[in-house]
């Protein structure tokens, strides 16, 4: 019985390993403000630099070439990790992509990647066919809401500690009341 689920355990195990390996990561570098994201069916133009994440081979970049790849989004028309990983995005974002085979180009050799390989994509939306550009780019202030989540949490902290220090302090009260040498007995604690 012990074995089983002890097999058991170590299958689901192995299971989750599979799956979180079967997943995009998505990493945003820069976020940008805007009224208009990416959306299924948008003719985008996109900016890249792909590498090879055993070993950091870069294997193609648009940057290089000085022309942004244009395609139209959530059509097939690109690899599934890009297709399904550039929407919701604005003009001037940047995405950090960790694709994984399943994502990619699977178990076929593909050019310079290797068959079997994740492949690591730093990408930069140039434009939506239709979209105005905005005339400058607004980063979206991460620093603020971090910096806001630390006050609060700093803040509960705060009324936390004061919270067990007027408890302790009643109850060295209490302590303190019990040793005052009246011969009555405290059981409040």
Not at 47 to 64: E, I, N, W
Not at 107 to 133: H, K, N, Q, Y
């Amino acid at each position: 019985m012990r074995f089983l689920a002890i097999s058991i355990a170590a299958l689901a195990s192995a299971a989750t390993t599979v799956l979180a390996a079967d997943e995009v990561k998505i990493e945003v570098t820069r976020a940008v403000e805007c009224e208009r994201k990416t959306k299924k069916g948008d003719k985008i133009e996109v900016h890249y630099r792909g590498t090879l994440q055993k070993d950091g081979t870069q294997f193609d970049a648009s940057y290089d070439r000085g022309t942004p790849l244009g395609f139209t989004v959530g059509q097939g028309q690109v690899i599934k990790g890009w297709d399904d990983n550039l929407l919701d995005m604005c003009i001037g974002e940047k995405r950090t992509l960790t694709i994984p085979p399943a994502f990619g180009y699977g178990d076929r050799d593909m050019g310079p990647i290797p068959s079997g390989s994740t492949l690591i994509f730093e990408t930069e939306l140039m434009g939506i066919d239709g979209v105005e550009a905005p005339v400058s780019i607004i980063e979206k202030s991460s620093s603020n809401s971090a910096s806001s989540a630390k006050d609060a949490a700093t803040e509960g902290g705060k009324n936390a500690a004061a919270s067990v220090i007027s408890e302790a302090a009643e109850a060295v009260k209490t302590v303190l009341a019990d040793s005052d040498g009246d011969g009555q007995e405290h059981n409040e604690l």
